[in-house]
């Protein structure tokens, strides 16, 4: 079964690292095996912390990619059991536990959610959350893509460093102009994504991978000019 997700994911962090925003949203085709995508939609965006609009733009992409596939299932980065979402409405949402802060969010997004995706009946839409391997595998590709783009970013500018927050358990790998980024959770031992970088890049840049000293689980890179 092909099966398409999505997630945005990666951040941009100040010199404490708390998050400045997130960079940029994903959304993949994946196929069996399920160890990496077989088509990516990738675009930048640098989300306030308090923004709705990665949600949006995730189904938004997933719909675009479900009209170049032969897809029949999307997995959404919304945590209710599984439930289709052209089955839901706002008095259905009663019948889940969400904290009211929650609860108040999905009756504003359920509706438009719904009103995007009016025309892909033909679709079961899921809101699994994290429980999706392939909203896994959107949150990694939103994670190496958003550090090429901050990498690009910080070239661009005249800062000395810059501290990029990777998605929770992932650690990223540089082979040559390759950079890779792999799961570190035990269950997915199998699971990475490679892409092409130019090397000239990766050559004006130091890169230093640790712990998020605030945030376990986290891992952070900092990048910095080669002098």
Same mark, same amino acid.
């Given at each position: 079964?092909?099966?398409?997700?999505?997630?945005?994911?990666?951040?941009?962090?100040?010199?404490? @690292?708390?998050?400045?925003?997130?960079?940029?949203?994903?959304?993949?085709?994946?196929?069996?095996? @399920?160890?990496?995508? $077989?088509? +990516?939609?990738?675009?930048?965006?640098?989300?306030?912390?308090? *923004?709705?609009?990665?949600?949006?733009?995730?189904?938004?992409?997933?719909?675009?990619?479900?009209?170049?596939? $032969?897809?029949?299932?999307?997995?959404?980065?919304?945590?209710?059991?599984? &439930?289709?979402?052209?089955?839901?409405?706002?008095?259905?949402?009663?019948? @889940?536990?969400?904290?009211?802060?929650?609860?108040? +969010?999905?009756?504003?997004?359920?509706?438009?959610?719904?009103?995007? &995706?009016? /025309?892909?009946?033909?679709?079961?839409?899921?809101?699994?959350?994290?429980?999706?391997?392939?909203?896994?595998?959107?949150?990694?590709? &939103?994670?190496?893509?958003?550090?090429?783009?901050?990498?690009?970013?910080?070239?661009?500018? *005249?800062?000395?460093?810059?501290?990029?927050?990777?998605?929770?358990?992932?650690?990223?790998?540089?082979?040559?102009? @390759?950079?890779?980024?792999?799961?570190?959770?035990?269950?997915?031992?199998?699971?990475?994504?490679? +892409?092409?970088?130019?090397? /000239?890049?990766?050559?004006?840049?130091?890169?230093?991978?640790?712990?998020?000293?605030?945030?376990?689980?986290?891992?952070?890179?900092?990048?910095?000019?080669?002098?």
């Amino acid at each position: 079964m092909k099966i398409i997700a999505a997630d945005s994911g990666g951040a941009i962090l100040k010199k404490d @690292y708390e998050p400045i925003c997130i960079v940029g949203t994903a959304a993949v085709m994946v196929e069996p095996p @399920y160890r990496r995508p $077989s088509a +990516v939609v990738w675009k930048a965006f640098e989300y306030n912390l308090d *923004e709705r609009t990665p949600i949006l733009n995730e189904l938004s992409f997933c719909l675009e990619l479900s009209n170049k596939f $032969s897809v029949n299932v999307i997995h959404l980065d919304i945590s209710l059991g599984g &439930a289709n979402l052209l089955d839901l409405n706002v008095k259905k949402l009663s019948n @889940y536990k969400i904290s009211p802060r929650g609860r108040k +969010v999905l009756e504003k997004l359920i509706p438009q959610l719904k009103n995007m &995706a009016k /025309n892909f009946s033909n679709l079961k839409i899921l809101l699994i959350g994290k429980e999706s391997l392939v909203v896994r595998l959107a949150e990694l590709t &939103a994670g190496i893509y958003g550090f090429l783009y901050t990498i690009n970013k910080f070239l661009n500018n *005249e800062n000395e460093e810059v501290l990029y927050g990777l998605p929770k358990m992932c650690s990223i790998s540089l082979d040559n102009d @390759y950079l890779t980024i792999k799961s570190l959770k035990p269950s997915e031992f199998d699971i990475s994504i490679t +892409v092409h970088t130019s090397k /000239n890049i990766l050559n004006s840049i130091r890169l230093l991978e640790y712990p998020n000293p605030v945030a376990s689980g986290f891992r952070v890179i900092k990048i910095k000019r080669k002098s």
